[in-house]
């Protein structure tokens, strides 16, 4: 596992002005190793990992969804071309069930681990820190299932806004932990919108195109509709 600086760094719990930044977290699905689009949770479009840069991310959120089980070997080695890149804290999800799959997450560049299963995030955050988990909470799915007793944030996302471009789902976002939404984002106002709502972070995928420009532009809008974000 890297170092809790660069754990802390892309968080919300940054010291000095950094506190009350945003986050905007550029949100990665795989299979077999390739970039996918979803829509409803599933496979939808493919896409080529080659034309992306993420050098402007504050954090970046890799789920791994290969429909036969996890493809650890392709995701490794996708997590590795990412840090090669740039320095930003990755957060790693997929089928992560066991302590041995959060080490095996850890060891390979992860500096958090993301899962729907309440008792896998509680038995991370008991061995790695509350800061080093993260609860994935899908509504339209699994939105009746208490939450952790200890986790460091949560990543609200909905079924039936994912990959429709119209929105977040904004639901109460205004909780003791910081919460990071996905799904839905169609424009900078939707991420406006969701901050408002009391997000510390959102998460997309289609709309910034991964593209140092895209952004760029999406910080600056952010910036001049009062949002505080990284620079």
């Not at 509504?139 to 806004?161: I, K, T, W, Y």
């Not at 939404?181 to 939707?190: D, R, T």
């Not at 009391?198 to 995928?205: E, F, M, N, P, V």
Request: charged residues 20%; aromatic residues 8%.
């Amino acid at each position: 596992r890297r170092t809790e600086s660069s754990t802390t760094r892309g968080s919300a719990s940054t010291c000095g002005s950094a506190v009350l930044a945003k986050r905007v977290i550029c949100l990665l699905t795989l299979s077999r190793g390739q970039l996918v689009r979803t829509k409803n949770f599933r496979i939808d479009r493919w896409y080529s990992l080659e034309a992306f840069e993420f050098k402007g991310a504050d954090e970046i959120v890799v789920v791994d969804v290969t429909p036969e089980g996890p493809d650890r070997a392709a995701t490794a080695a996708t997590i590795e071309r990412l840090l090669s890149a740039a320095f930003i804290p990755v957060t790693l999800g997929g089928r992560l069930r066991t302590l041995d799959d959060a080490k095996w997450a850890f060891d390979h560049g992860a500096d958090k681990v993301l899962s729907s299963d309440r008792a896998f995030i509680e038995a991370a955050a008991r061995q790695y820190g509350d800061q080093a988990a993260v609860w994935g909470m899908t509504f339209g799915r699994n939105d009746q299932d208490p939450a952790p007793e200890h986790m460091g944030e949560m990543l609200c996302q909905n079924v039936d806004l994912d990959g429709s471009l119209a929105g977040y789902g904004l639901h109460d976002l205004n909780t003791q932990i910081p919460v990071v939404i996905g799904s839905g984002c169609g424009n900078w106002q939707h991420m406006v919108d969701a901050f408002h709502a009391g997000a510390d972070g959102c998460a997309t995928s289609n709309v910034l195109h991964f593209s140092e420009a895209a952004l760029a532009s999406c910080k600056n809008y952010l910036k001049d509709h009062g949002i505080m974000v990284r620079a």
